[in-house]
Every structure is written in C-alpha cells, then in structure tokens.
C-alpha cells in the first residue's frame, strides 16, 4: 500500500495553517506534536509551542502533514515550487472546497471548463500554498 502525504513548512504559523485545513476539509488530526513534547530543554526559544509535526487525513490513504521551521533550519523544504494537486468528481465539493482555500488567497486560474476536466483551477491560499483543482463530474475521482 502507498500513501501520500504532501509536507508543508510553515515559519511560525503551522497550527493557524492546519486549523484552517481542518475547517476547510473537516476530519481530526492523526496526530500533533510539538516541539516541547520532544525535548522542552533544548528547544529553541519562542518554538515550545510550535507545531514539529501534524498530520491530517483528507481521505484513504492521503495526509496533509506539516511543521513549523526553526529559524536558520528550512533544509531545502521551504520555498519550492510546488503545489497540491486535488481531484473531485462532484462539482459541489469542487466549489466549495476552491472558495473555502481562496479566501484570504489569490485566484490564479478561476474554476472553468477545460478540454481534459469539467472544472479546473488554481489558487494560492493565504499562507502560501498553492492548490490545483481538477473536476470530473461522476467518474471516479483521480482517474
């Protein structure tokens, strides 16, 4: 069995982040670790309470997980061009899921008809990430 999960890196405001995923998606975290759980003597000051690791299921298979980086430690994570890829086959979920992650974002392809999908989009939320929305009205969703 595979399983994805796209890592986001955050510089401080992973749990704002992933509590907006959570309203935007629903579910509750498979787990959420801070930096204090490991070892509160040697963490960086001011990073107790930031998040070291979260995860949070979006379907079978498939966790959105996410930390916050300590200053000086982004290893490579951080700034990459790239985005989360979701495919819907029902066009109410699509609409909602789309307005939900744009607000406070930016609309960079609006949801529309394209040759290969009945809705297809693209947006930056508002803390950075972007999302691609791919819409296949009854087919099996990923296909």
Known sequence: MIEVSPVLSFYGDCEEAFEYYRAVFGGEYQFIYRYKDVDP???AK????????????????????????????????????????????????TLRLFDALAKGGAVVVPLEKVFYADLYGALIDRFGIGWSFNCNIGREAGI
């Open 41 to 43: 003597e040697s963490v």
């Open 46 to 93: 001011g990073y107790g309470e930031k998040i070291m690791h979260v995860s949070l299921p979006l379907m079978k298979n498939v966790n959105l997980m996410g930390s916050d980086i300590l200053d000086g430690d982004a290893g490579g994570f951080v700034g990459s061009d790239v985005s989360i890829g979701l495919r819907l086959n029902n066009e109410e979920e």
